[in-house]
């Protein structure tokens, strides 16, 4: 494992004289440092799916993939799998083996591969460039980067280009150079290096080319670095020098690698370099330090990539091996522990950790130094649990009681309290120093002893304990005592102690450990999983996971809330809140192993085996060793991660991502196929999604690669997705992806309006059809009730008005034979006048019964003639007003208005007392309109609602208004007049045009609809 100074630490180093700085480190011995934060060692072989042999060259290109040039080929590593390139151009033999890999600042992923070939990768597309740019088809046998991301590239035709605004530039084309440069470079001062397989170093400078070989004791460049402060490093085969101002320095590399081949050279984002040669990997940090990866030593390393997450992938022969930092940085045996199997863990207010092996003393760490206490025969004894504050640390030990250490000078000192001293017993399990400084100790089976004042104070069952055996103690925010047995939770106040039990909501009475974090929620575990105390009330969270339902063995809460978990086979972060608020799913729940960092997962059951110590930090003991995790740390560096569309596809036909995406409507459904852009651990990242213009809120957060979306609507949608990184951070840009789901042409637009109008144009014509068929229906009753009324007429007039004209005619011969002075004959001549009057109304009924024919088109001139047909005083002003244009009438329609207006005409001459009466006949466009009116004396609202009694003229009235389909509205007050309006809608009233159908047509659509005022009266009287 090579080991390292933290980054944090290294950010700040000076980079200016570093060739010096390596040369004293060198002098010094090359000493390797201890340090805080390691790095995870990842391998893949043939044995975990790597294909492709031999490793050349390494690069990420901008859309995130990792690109591995090898002897069969292009391998792209999405993060999960590997997959073979060896035809990226269509009708291209294979590629063969891939010798360089470089991604530019403009997003191009450059592939150079044997012969007089090279490649550009840029946004899912491969193009030969050598066709596309035209350049001379020699072979190219170097590339790199200069100082502002630009590709530098080597032919042996071409000679040195530069690629920049899209176009390559000729640095030099002289011929001055015979050999084939292998490796090239741009320094700080702008200045372009060439180092040649057989001819040594050459320099340009000002489009100059010298040959400065001779300076070297070697005439094979194998790799060139570009150094932070201005200077060179040159990789050669017999070692690596530093090229300053005044020429190269010879670099001593660590004594048991004797003159290695220097193959590859890079430089990470903290100034680091890194050396791969014949006999493994090496680094030199910016302070001189230099270090291997031991488990590559016997390997030859031919190339070092540093990706954006700050992971370092170095191949070989051997397959492509990688080198990130984990979440955890772990201690066993192997840095310097003196044993693996862990006990109790406390931080004191010094940063040193303190530490007691399950096998028995205590021991400290700090800055990667351990040490161990001999004193008070700590040494021998086995340490149960640890406690401190104010510069003393309290240990209870399994047989010699109470220890208290503290710090002398350069030293430590301790006293030990036992039996003898007033201690309960010399076996303590769980010990405990109060803010106060009291010290409360938990034995094994003798109950808990306070020590205050110098002096013990025991308490036992005797005393109200559940339980003589104390598990855990912690002291409350309120200062309350709260012990953990195996018969319950105790809590003591300074005077009584209470017990709390399964019976009070415990998931068991067998309590392990306590815990009070910062938000004063006292968590407590079980034998039978992890329940809390909050205001006075204990509760089991609702969506508990499942290790949390079983024995926890630590728990300790870092600086953002969240709450560290070990137990016996799992190290969990979980987010207090969302655990108190039974909003917790399995994806909120970090689960860290191996791949973290951490040696393994088993706890220790141990009282405090996990503490926060004041840097934010988190310490667990676990059955292999101490770990510990820096969340802040890996918070504060998270490198942002952004999501990768890999595929679209609908109904399993796969999109061209590089055009503008449309879908038919008949795809059932449409898949995307995602990842990020983090190489680092992309099992732990998680995603969330929405579709605009189908999605009205984002996602549930998944750790699924793919969405799916059937049926959609035809529109215009809009594809989102945002990932977090391995910490848990929302902090990457969003990706956007919009496409068309385009309609059927039965879910046009055109289409829907044609079947609209189609649709109204149906119901239109049944509407007319009906209408058209009601109207003949009519017509045929009017003209049955025409022909009886004519029939009546005709009878009433050959009957009985012949029978009272004959009757009148000889009453009248009777009256002329009686003498004037007879008794009778006044008597007789009032008969005879009645029987005139009963003779004229009989006339008056029958002209009702049968119109005239030349009346049947002029309703207006009918009603101007019922003045004189019925006998009303002169004094009776009476006009009729016509509104528009006549237009034709339906015979039969005619004939009821004009029948229903002449009632109401006879009944304002003869019953209204009025001084004038009005008659309006108005012709509009989708209605008939009569209004009759008069200034008379009003009608009472009983008779106007029912008709007076024995007489039928406002019920027949009323009931052949309905007949036709028309509204008829009376309105009346006493005193006031009565007002008479009957509306008919034109369909009913106005005889079919014959200007042809469209106009007809036309004619409908434009005219006024009917609609009858609010008010209206429709009864039916009988």
């Known amino acids: 494992m090579i080991t390292m100074f933290p980054r944090n630490w290294r950010r700040h180093c000076l980079l200016a004289g570093i060739a010096v700085i390596c040369l004293v480190g060198a002098a010094r011995g090359l000493e390797s440092s201890r340090a805080v934060l390691q790095y ?125 605004d899209g176009k390559f530039q000729r640095i030099i084309t002289s011929d001055e150079m015979d050999g084939i440069a292998i490796s090239v470079a741009e320094t700080r001062d702008h200045k372009i290096w060439l180092g040649t397989r057989d001819i040594g170093l050459f320099r340009i400078d000002q489009g100059r080319l010298n040959n400065v070989s001779g300076e070297l004791n070697d005439i094979s460049i194998n790799a060139l670095l570009p150094a932070s402060n201005g200077g060179l490093w040159v990789g050669t085969d017999i070692g690596m020098k ?132 001999s004193l008070a025969g700590l040494e021998s004894d086995v340490v149960y649990s640890i406690s401190g504050g104010d510069g003393e640390i309290w240990v209870g030990r399994q047989n010699g009681g109470l220890t208290v250490v503290s710090k002398n000078g350069d030293s430590f000192v301790a006293r030990t309290y036992t039996q003898t001293d007033g201690l309960a017993q010399n076996s303590v399990y769980s010990v405990h120093r109060n803010r106060d400084g009291t010290v409360w100790a938990g034995t094994v089976s003798a109950g808990v002893s306070r020590f205050k004042g110098g002096e013990f104070t025991n308490y036992s069952t005797v005393d109200g304990l559940k339980s003589n055996s104390v598990n855990s103690i912690v002291e409350s925010h309120d200062g309350t005592m709260w012990l953990a047995t195996p018969s319950g939770l105790v809590s003591f106040d300074g005077k009584r102690w209470t017990n709390h039990a399964s019976s009070d909501g415990l998931p068991s009475s067998d309590v392990r450990s306590i815990f009070e974090d910062t938000k004063q929620v006292l968590w407590i575990a079980t034998a039978g999983g992890l329940a809390f105390l909050r205001l006075g009330h204990i509760g089991v969270p609702n969506t508990l996971p499942e290790p949390l339902r079983e024995d926890v063995f630590g728990i300790a809460e870092d600086r953002r809330g969240f709450l560290w978990f070990s137990t016996s086979d799992h190290v969990l972060q979980v987010d207090r809140d969302r655990l108190l608020a039974g909003a917790l799913n399995s994806l909120d729940v970090p689960s860290y192993g191996t791949a973290d960092g951490l040696k393994g997962v088993g706890g220790v059951r141990r009282e405090r085996s996990a503490v926060a110590d004041s840097l934010g930090r988190v310490w667990i003991s676990l059955s292999r060793g101490l770990a510990v995790a820096n969340p802040e740390l890996m918070l504060r560096d998270s490198t942002p991660v952004r999501v990768r569309i890999e595929s679209i596809s609908a109904g399993g036909i796969p999109a061209n991502l590089s055009d503008s995406l449309k879908f038919s409507s008949g795809s059932q459904s449409i898949n995307f196929n995602y990842a990020s852009t983090n190489l680092s651990m992309p099992e732990l990242e998680r995603f969330r999604y929405k579709l605009d213009g189908y999605d009205t809120e984002w996602s549930d957060v998944v750790a699924s690669r793919h969405a799916i979306y059937s049926h959609l609507a035809p529109g215009s949608y809009r594809f989102r997705i945002v990932a977090s990184s391995r910490e848990g951070l929302w ?68 009957t009985l008005l012949q029978g009272f004209v004959s009757a009148s005619m000889q009453l009248d011969v009777a009256e002329d034979q009686l003498p004037d002075d007879s008794p009778t004959k006044p008597a007789l001549k009032r008969v005879l006048q009645l029987m005139g009057r009963v003779t004229e109304e009989g006339r008056n009924a029958l002209r009702g019964l049968r119109t005239a024919d030349h009346d049947n088109r002029d309703l207006e001139l009918a009603f101007s003639r019922i003045r004189q047909e019925v006998v009303v005083d002169e004094k009776i002003g009476y006009r009729v007003i016509a509104h528009s244009a006549r237009r034709p009438l339906r015979p039969a329609i005619r004939d009821e208005v004009y029948r229903i207006g002449r009632e109401a005409l006879i009944n304002a ?70 007002e008479v309006e009957l509306t008919v809608p034109n369909s009913i009233a106005y005889e079919s045009q014959t200007n042809g159908t469209v106009s007809q047509w036309f004619g409908w659509l434009s005219r006024e609809r009917f609609e009858p005022q609010s008010g209206e009266r429709k009864r039916k009287d009988k």
Not at 279 to 300: N, Q, V
């Open 40 to 164: 995870v060692h990842d391998k893949w072989g043939a044995n975990r799916g790597f294909i492709g042999g031999t490793v050349y060259a390494i690069c990420q290109s901008a859309d995130g993939y990792l690109w591995i040039g090898t002897e069969r080929g292009l391998v792209r590593f999405d993060g999960f799998s590997f997959t073979l390139i060896q035809r990226p151009l269509p009708d291209s033999p294979p590629l063969g083996p891939v010798r360089g890999l470089v991604s530019d600042v403009e997003g191009n992923l450059w592939i150079r591969i044997d012969g007089p070939h090279l490649i550009r990768y840029r946004e899912g597309r491969f193009e030969d460039v050598v066709v596309r740019f035209g350049l001379d088809k020699g072979a190219f046998t170097a590339m790199s980067l200069d100082g502002n991301g630009h590709l530098l590239l080597w032919g042996i035709e071409s000679r040195t280009l530069r690629f920049k």
């Open 731 to 798: 902090n990457g840009p969003e990706t956007a992806i919009p496409f068309v789901v385009e309609p059927a042409f039965w879910q046009t637009r055109w289409f829907r309006i044609s079947c609209a109008a189609l649709f109204a144009l149906v119901i239109v014509a049944l509407y007319r059809l009906r209408m058209y068929h009601l109207t003949r229906q009519l017509n045929v009753r009017f003209q049955e009730r025409l022909a009886e009324r004519t029939r009546i007429a005709q009878e009433l007039h050959d």
């Open 242 to 373: 530093f090229w300053d101002q005044s020429g190269p320095n010879k670099i001593e590399l660590p004594s048991f690698i004797n003159q290695p081949q220097i193959l590859a050279l890079s430089k990470d984002f903290e100034g680091n370099v890194w050396v791969g040669t014949n006999h493994g990997l090496f680094r030199i940090t910016p302070d001189g330090t230099i270090s291997s990866d031991r488990d590559s030593e016997s390997e030859g390393v031919t190339t070092i990539y540093e990706d954006r997450e700050g992971d370092i992938w170095f191949g070989g022969s051997n397959g492509i091996e990688r080198l990130r930092e984990g979440m955890f940085t772990s201690y066993s045996t192997a840095q310097g522990l003196p044993s693996d199997n862990n006990g109790p863990v406390y931080v004191d207010g010094e940063g040193r950790t303190w530490f007691a092996p399950l096998s028995g003393g205590l021991y400290w760490l700090k800055d990667g130094h351990v040490g161990r206490i």
């Open 909 to 978: 001459f003869l019953h209204a007392q009025a001084n004038t009466v009005e008659v309006e006949v108005e012709y509009a466009s989708n209605y008939l309109r009569i209004m009759v009116r008069d200034d008379g004396c009003g009608i009472d609202p009983h008779v106007l609602e029912a008709g007076r009694h024995g007489h039928w003229g406002l019920p027949g009235m009323r009931e052949r208004s309905e007949g036709i389909g028309a509204s008829l509205r009376l309105r009346s007050r006493i005193g006031a007049g009565t």
